[in-house]
């Protein structure tokens, strides 16, 4: 079993722990008193090592969405201990177990929650039921350093679960901690929290790809990341929000879109359903029949005078119905030597490293062990998620009454499978309710414009 690396001393020795006695330091580079200290140091004469030297990072994320603290992810950062670190070697690649990692590719990193599910299979014991943040860190690599083949180190920028953001979140404009409803099942988070791993702890190589929110035909089946976490102040990029609700888009549900030129949003299922729902109940209530809508029957002078009419006597130009999509929710090169062995000592004790200024999460200590559907067409809801917090409550509900009286009365399902234009099928879920039909279809409306879409 690989070892696990390790960024914070312990107290006890851990045989799956890999040695790293590097430490990453975030520094603010308009920070005048660093600066004074600096050159006092050197002013006295103080030991080269003892003052790291400044580096920037560029950041190879690049969000669509915006911070409102920082314009861009680049970092400032020091390596402690600096001489130890730029001694090394640096290089393109490294290989372990037969496989090659470069610079700039995404990884998977053991962690501890993933070294005891392998414990756990390895001795037949039952899986317990876990988070997508349980499963293998992944984490870009940003540089490659080695001393020998026993001594390889990656410096990287870890990808966040959702699960792992921390409390004090900043999204939008409101705090956060953890996964968000928006957040899809294969979703990460891009971060600037930098850190130094030694790579005996990497598992495999993942797939990270960005998307774009504006490509509305990308399904994402793999690992994917659209936000991005910046470290500095602890603050979301924003996401596109979409639909009545305004709220973000998640890619693991659908989505309708309005092709009106004026409109062209794109509204949540669920909203679509919640809305038939609360006008279903407005118009029926909980004791009258649906009724299906009588023909229109013509006078009989109009019918003997019949003669054919223009498109303009028909009014076809202003009748014709708009269409709506529909949306499943859901390197630059570095100078090298090329590339470089690893081989794992079976005991190998090194300095370790003090805690590093980026967020504490459980981060960063890897250890090894391997880690790790489509949306169906139709969606039935009952109900749906509840009014947002904030909103002031409707007369009724200080009583205890429900907000949503509808609840168990009717179901409705949005159907997009059929050859023509979607449908929402009602079902009346109501007793004793005499004549009028049980089951209908109506058309669907976009929520904001209010045009019946095809």
Same mark, same amino acid.
């Given at each position: 079993?690989?070892?696990?690396?390790?960024?914070?001393p312990?107290?006890?020795?851990?045989?799956?722990?890999?040695?790293?006695p590097f430490?990453?330091?975030?520094?603010?580079?308009?920070?005048?008193?660093?600066?004074?200290?600096s %050159?006092?140091?050197?002013?006295?004469?103080?030991?080269?090592?003892?003052?790291?030297?400044?580096?920037?990072?560029?950041?190879?994320?690049?969000?669509?969405?915006?911070?409102?603290?920082?314009? &861009?992810?680049?970092?400032?950062?020091?390596?402690?201990?600096?001489?130890?670190?730029?001694?090394?070697?640096?290089?393109?690649?490294?290989?372990?177990?037969?496989?090659?990692?470069?610079?700039?590719?995404?990884? $998977?990193?053991?962690?501890?929650?993933?070294?005891?599910?392998?414990?756990?299979?390895?001795?037949?014991?039952?899986?317990?039921?876990?988070?997508?943040?349980?499963?293998d860190?992944?984490?870009? @690599?940003? #540089?490659?350093?080695?001393?020998?083949?026993?001594?390889?180190?990656?410096?990287? $920028?870890?990808?966040?679960?959702?699960?792992?953001?921390?409390?004090?979140?900043?999204?939008?404009?409101?705090?956060? /901690?953890?996964?968000?409803?928006y957040?899809?099942?294969?979703?990460?988070?891009?971060?600037?929290?930098?850190?130094?791993?030694?790579?005996?702890?990497?598992?495999?190589?993942?797939?990270?790809?960005?998307?774009?929110?504006?490509?509305?035909?990308?399904?994402?089946?793999?690992?994917?990341?659209?936000?991005?976490?910046?470290?500095?102040?602890? #603050?979301?990029?924003?996401?596109?929000l979409?639909?009545?609700?305004?709220?973000p888009?998640n890619?693991?549900?659908?989505?309708?879109?309005?092709?009106v030129?004026?409109?062209?949003?794109?509204?949540?299922?669920?909203?679509i359903?919640?809305?038939?729902?609360?006008s279903?109940?407005?118009?029926?209530?909980?004791?009258?029949?649906?009724?299906?809508?009588?023909? @229109? +029957? %013509?006078?009989?002078?109009?019918?003997?005078?019949?003669?054919?009419?223009?498109?303009?006597? &028909?009014?076809a130009?202003?009748?014709?119905q708009?269409s709506?999509?529909?949306?499943? #929710?859901?390197?630059?090169? +570095?100078?090298?030597?090329?590339n470089?062995?690893?081989? /794992?000592?079976?005991?190998e004790?090194?300095?370790?490293?003090?805690?590093?200024?980026?967020?504490?999460?459980?981060?960063?200590?890897?250890?090894?062990?391997?880690? &790790?559907?489509?949306?169906?067409?139709?969606?039935?809801?009952k109900?749906?998620?509840?009014?947002?917090?904030?909103?002031?409550? %409707?007369?009724?509900?200080?009583?205890?009454?429900?907000?949503?009286?509808?609840?168990g009365?009717?179901?409705?399902?949005l159907?997009?499978e059929?050859?023509?234009?979607?449908?929402?099928?009602?079902?009346?879920?109501?007793?004793?309710?005499?004549?009028?039909?049980?089951?209908?279809?109506?058309?669907?409306?976009?929520?904001?414009?209010?045009?019946?879409?095809?």
């Amino acid at each position: 079993m690989a070892s696990s690396a390790r960024k914070r001393p312990r107290q006890e020795p851990e045989d799956n722990r890999a040695e790293c006695p590097f430490r990453i330091d975030v520094v603010n580079p308009d920070d005048k008193d660093s600066k004074r200290k600096s %050159k006092k140091r050197k002013t006295e004469g103080e030991d080269e090592d003892a003052t790291a030297k400044v580096n920037l990072q560029m950041s190879p994320f690049a969000p669509c969405g915006k911070f409102k603290k920082h314009e &861009t992810m680049d970092l400032y950062f020091k390596v402690s201990p600096p001489k130890k670190w730029t001694d090394m070697t640096r290089y393109n690649s490294f290989v372990l177990n037969g496989v090659k990692y470069f610079s700039e590719g995404f990884i $998977y990193v053991a962690n501890d929650s993933s070294i005891e599910r392998q414990k756990a299979a390895n001795d037949n014991k039952p899986m317990q039921i876990r988070k997508k943040s349980d499963d293998d860190w992944v984490a870009r @690599i940003l #540089e490659i350093r080695a001393s020998d083949e026993h001594h390889v180190y990656a410096r990287i $920028y870890w990808m966040y679960w959702p699960d792992e953001l921390p409390a004090g979140t900043l999204d939008g404009k409101k705090f956060v /901690q953890g996964r968000q409803p928006y957040h899809g099942m294969n979703e990460l988070v891009a971060s600037n929290h930098m850190d130094i791993i030694n790579v005996v702890s990497v598992t495999s190589q993942a797939t990270v790809r960005q998307w774009f929110e504006e490509n509305d035909e990308e399904i994402q089946h793999a690992l994917y990341w659209r936000q991005a976490f910046d470290v500095r102040s602890y #603050e979301l990029s924003s996401v596109d929000l979409v639909c009545l609700c305004n709220t973000p888009a998640n890619p693991d549900r659908k989505l309708l879109g309005c092709t009106v030129e004026a409109c062209k949003k794109w509204m949540h299922e669920e909203c679509i359903i919640e809305d038939a729902l609360q006008s279903t109940y407005k118009r029926l209530g909980a004791d009258k029949p649906h009724l299906p809508p009588e023909p @229109i +029957q %013509k006078a009989e002078s109009e019918i003997e005078g019949q003669r054919p009419l223009s498109p303009s006597d &028909t009014g076809a130009a202003v009748s014709a119905q708009h269409s709506i999509d529909v949306k499943a #929710e859901a390197e630059p090169a +570095q100078n090298g030597s090329g590339n470089v062995d690893v081989k /794992q000592t079976e005991e190998e004790d090194g300095p370790t490293a003090p805690e590093d200024a980026a967020p504490s999460s459980g981060r960063r200590s890897a250890s090894a062990a391997a880690g &790790t559907g489509t949306p169906s067409t139709k969606l039935v809801l009952k109900s749906a998620s509840g009014r947002k917090s904030g909103k002031p409550k %409707k007369k009724g509900e200080a009583n205890g009454e429900t907000s949503r009286p509808w609840e168990g009365l009717f179901e409705v399902t949005l159907n997009t499978e059929k050859n023509g234009p979607p449908v929402l099928e009602f079902r009346d879920l109501r007793e004793g309710i005499v004549g009028g039909e049980k089951t209908w279809t109506e058309p669907v409306k976009c929520l904001l414009c209010a045009t019946t879409v095809n």
